[in-house]
């Protein structure tokens, strides 16, 4: 009786994983499909210097239209565009939309905006990524300091050499380096000091609770950690102006989240920008 228990579960856990794996390849096609036929859509979020009070970035963020008018979230693609290895064409398509965007921007007359871009582990595998980020920056021509690439926890302990040797080539031709959701991974702490980081993003996480009874002890530990090692602080999710005033106060650089904009089209965004522009007097 417990023999055929323990066999039925397993056809039963074989079929559910069979399910799985049908369900993960439909979905790598239709990503691949729906990316080569131009589907795919690069969104922008703003980010406000908390310093000056002026929006002087945003970060670059996939989005995958479904049939239905929303959304697949990057929470479900992007790990399957890592898992197929697509990741490393599709990452180098945003870096591309992301730069043509500057330049854009630009000619609007918003100069020295800069873009983040999140960077996956396989597109440190690839051999030629740091090449191709050097000469996408060069072909768009901007500013390799306006550029800057995000990368997690994660992919530095994945393989902190490979990574640290590309981060550092990346840094000599002055592209700026940050660690995003710094906090939630496998505590790179001893790696912090080895890269050659321009930013470091307080994760979400961290924010979230302040101000309905979360104390921020954590978002204000690597903040100040963050200002010990020299390195400008990013807090992302700032939801509410209490979130805002708690991170201003402790000498925050950057703020990022839905308190001062969504992520957004690439022509909402020039028109958000836009809306800033007059620095006259009235
Ligand atoms: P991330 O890099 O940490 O990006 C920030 C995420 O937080 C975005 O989610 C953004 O929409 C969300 N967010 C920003 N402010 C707020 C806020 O105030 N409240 C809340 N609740 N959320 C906020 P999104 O766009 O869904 O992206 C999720 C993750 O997917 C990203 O996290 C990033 O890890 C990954 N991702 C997105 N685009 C790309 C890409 O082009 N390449 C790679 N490799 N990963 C990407
Ligand atoms: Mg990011
Ligand atoms: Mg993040
Ligand atoms: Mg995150």
């Not at 691949?32 to 795919?40: C, I």
Request: glycine share 8%; aromatic share 10%.
């Amino acid at each position: 009786k417990a023999k055929k228990d323990t066999q039925s579960r397993y056809r039963f856990y074989e079929t559910e994983m069979e399910d799985e794996t049908s369900w993960r390849l439909g979905m790598i096609r239709s990503l691949v499909n729906d990316f080569n036929h131009g589907k795919l859509q690069v969104w922008y979020q703003p980010q406000l210097n908390v310093k000056t009070g002026r929006f002087d970035g945003m970060e670059a963020l996939l989005r995958w239209p479904n049939s239905d008018g929303g959304f697949i979230s990057p929470l479900i693609f992007i790990p399957l565009a890592e898992y197929s290895g697509l990741i490393v064409e599709l990452g180098m398509w945003v870096l591309e939309q992301s730069c043509e965007q500057v330049k854009k921007l630009e000619q609007l007359g918003l100069t020295g905006l800069r873009v983040a871009v999140n960077i996956s582990m396989p597109q440190f595998r690839n051999s030629n990524f740091v090449q191709n980020v050097i000469e996408t920056a060069k072909k768009y021509e901007v500013d390799p300091e306006q550029i800057e690439l995000e990368i997690t926890e994660s992919v530095v302990m994945d393989d902190p050499k490979l990574v640290i040797i590309a981060l550092e080539e990346l840094k000599k031709n002055k592209f700026a380096i940050a660690i995003d959701d710094f906090g939630t991974g496998f505590s790179s702490l001893s790696y912090l000091q080895q890269l050659p980081l321009d930013r470091i993003k307080v994760d979400r996480e961290f924010i979230k609770g302040i101000g309905e009874g979360g104390d921020g002890i954590i978002a204000e530990t690597v903040i100040s950690l963050s200002q010990k090692l020299g390195k400008e602080t990013v807090a992302e999710g700032i939801e509410t102006q209490f979130q805002l005033d708690f991170i201003r106060n402790l000498n925050c650089d950057v703020s990022q989240g839905y308190f001062h904009a969504k992520p957004m089209p690439a022509e909402q965004l020039e028109t958000f920008l836009l809306g800033q522009l007059p620095d006259v007097e009235p």
